[in-house]
Nanobody
């Protein structure tokens, strides 16, 4: 199983970006999906999560600005980021709890995508 993230880049403050992350390989089912981020010199933190039933949770710092969603048919999770701020600058990592065929659930991580917000 591999997770491939895309959509990062450089944007001005107030702008928007949409991150995508698709799981490929021997995927039987996926439970939780989410996005974390890590800024230089800081610990990795949860940005947003979404359960298999569609329930979502967000870090307080992004509530009202970011929206997480998922497309189960495509094994993909999205993060729509609006009203971006310089403090949103970080490497963003997607994560999924995946059950490959004939195996149990394990947590997988994407390779990270850089988001840079200029002031």
């Amino acid at each position: 199983v591999q997770l491939q993230a895309s959509g990062g880049g450089l944007v001005q403050a107030g702008g928007s970006l949409r991150l995508s992350c698709a799981a490929s390989g021997s995927v039987f089912s996926i439970r939780d999906m989410g996005w974390y981020r890590q800024a230089p010199g800081k610990q990795r933190e949860l940005v947003a999560g979404i359960t298999s039933s569609g329930s979502t949770n967000y870090a307080d710092s992004v509530k009202g600005r970011f929206t997480i969603s998922r497309d189960n048919a495509k094994n993909t999770v999205y993060l729509q980021m609006n009203s971006l701020k310089p403090e949103d600058t970080a490497v963003y990592y997607c994560t999924m709890e995946v059950r490959p065929f004939l195996l149990g659930y394990s947590r997988y991580w994407g390779q990270g995508t850089q988001v840079t917000v200029s002031s």
